[in-house]
């Protein structure tokens, strides 16, 4: 018996225990609403999500070509229709997953309005926009379902039983749109207790998944921008060690923790790592520094040593009080922090990249993999880079690498129009087409997210209508390019009333007040024009 069965046949013994005061309580109405509602709480969430992302995580490492994938998004809608859309043509959510963006949570959701991505946002906002986003899922879930109902209904009025039969089967078989997201806390939003205390609310809103940089929480900076100031590895394990508790706490015991290292662009680090025997990770750490080897005559007024192997070294000190890490140390400094990570709780790396170049993730990644050999990436298909320069930039070194005639090509002008049509633009966008298939297979990509994609996505379709509408376009630039697309494509939003709810609340006040309910979709809802025989055509 299926659990919408089970909840008809319960509410029906209930009522028979009860008594008369129900008779208006109809128990498959109960059993819809139930199934409107599965997840109570965010705590369920989260613990529903974490299952299915250990379950991806222990198919990705049987095969590589099974990664995940996720786009940012910066409000509840924006997520809930990308669930909708990959539903509507991909049949199924499976290994597709929500980013929450602290960059976008900065730019766009802070009261003190835009902001540059250096947790300066209110740390609550995450934990909110975490609960908003599932909101705005669960309301999916009961919107597609209702229309189910609606279809069981009229099916049954009409005696069709087959198609009641197959519609129950939809019905019976749901999947939901709650899908993981990997929700990021920046560097933590100040000491470890912070931490803790602002991944407790990020799990209590439904995160499964939460990602943490080791940046200086008060010097944070975005990973695509300069200035980035690592913390010593003890720093960062305590933070590790921060979240770990507070989905212990929580009862969500598999909880996945996302370490990402900024140390491949961050030059420089705001304290040296305390260390007490040659070679351990306070050493390691400590190694990376720019420094010059001194006596103790060369010692000057407020000077900081450190010594090693019987020498003494001072580190070069910016006139900020920040020291910095010799150049070109970032790979190793980036294999050190990942491998550190895993071996004290995390469960998946982020490590962020200049560019998108499959060689140079892979180098890092098989180096960490030496140590730990199913170790996973998390890679931010980050909208920072410019993928076509980028790539065509790769393509015209691959050739020139060949023995190639690169004559053509004006290697510095290479995102130029001019270029589209060519063979080398052909071929790079190839290898932006298979970028992540290609990578998770040989750099140990199992997510692939875009950060940002949905700030750009809504700029550029704003810009597409009001270049329109208010030129000469006028209606015309609404109704062609987007009204009428959303009827043929079957966008959900085009019965907008349905989208926001309505039908969905008059069925609920025909559930509690039967036919005296005052409904809102009656023959004068404008929103008929939209019914299905009008979509028949696409």
Known sequence: MTVY??????????????????????????????????FKTGLEIAQYTADIMRKDMGEYDGDSSI?????????????????????????????????????????????????????????????????????????????????????????????????????????????????????????????PEATYLLAKKMIEAGACAIQIENQVSDEKQCGHQDGKVTVPHEDFIAKLNAVRYAFLELGIENGIIVSRTDSLGAGLTQKLAVTYTPGDLGDQYNSFLDVDEITEADLGNGDVVIKRDGKLLRPKRLASNLFQFRAGTGEARCVLDSITSL?????????????????????????????????????????????????????????LAEGKDVSAYDRAKLMSVDYDETELAVNADEKIRTFQRDSSKEAGIFHHLITLPTYHTAALSTDDLAKGYFADQGMLAYVKGVQRREIREGIATVKHQNMSGSDLGDNHKEYFAGEAALKAGGVNNTSNQFEEPALSSH
């Open 67 to 191: 990664y995940t994938q996720s786009l940012g998004v910066w409000h509840g809608f924006i997520g809930q229709q990308k669930m909708i859309s990959i539903k509507k043509h991909l049949k199924t959510t499976n290994k597709r997953y929500l980013y929450l963006s602290g960059w976008m949570v900065a730019a766009l959701r802070s009261e003190f309005g835009p902001l540059p991505d250096q947790s300066m946002h209110e740390k609550t906002t995450v934990p909110a926009l975490v609960e908003e986003i599932y909101t705005f899922l669960r309301q999916a879930d009961a919107r597609e379902l209702d229309l189910l109902f609606t279809g069981l209904d009229n099916a049954r009025i009409v005696g069709d039983d087959a198609k009641a039969a197959a519609i129950q089967v939809q019905i019976d078989n749901f999947e939901t749109h709650v899908v993981p997201i990997i929700a990021d806390i920046d560097a933590g939003f100040g000491n």
């Open 343 to 399: 071996q004290n709780g995390a469960d998946l790396l982020w490590i962020e990249t200049e560019k998108p170049h499959i060689g140079q993730i892979a180098g890092m990644m098989n180096e960490v993999r030496k140590v730990i050999p199913n170790a996973k990436l998390v890679y931010n298909n980050s909208p920072s880079f410019n993928w076509t320069l980028n790539f065509r930039q790769q393509a015209y070194d691959a050739l």
């Open 5 to 38: 069965r089970k909840d008809i046949a319960a509410i029906e013994a209930l009522k028979q225990q009860v008594g008369s005061s129900w008779d208006a309580i109809n128990p498959e109405s109960v059993a819809r609403m139930r199934a409107q509602n599965r």
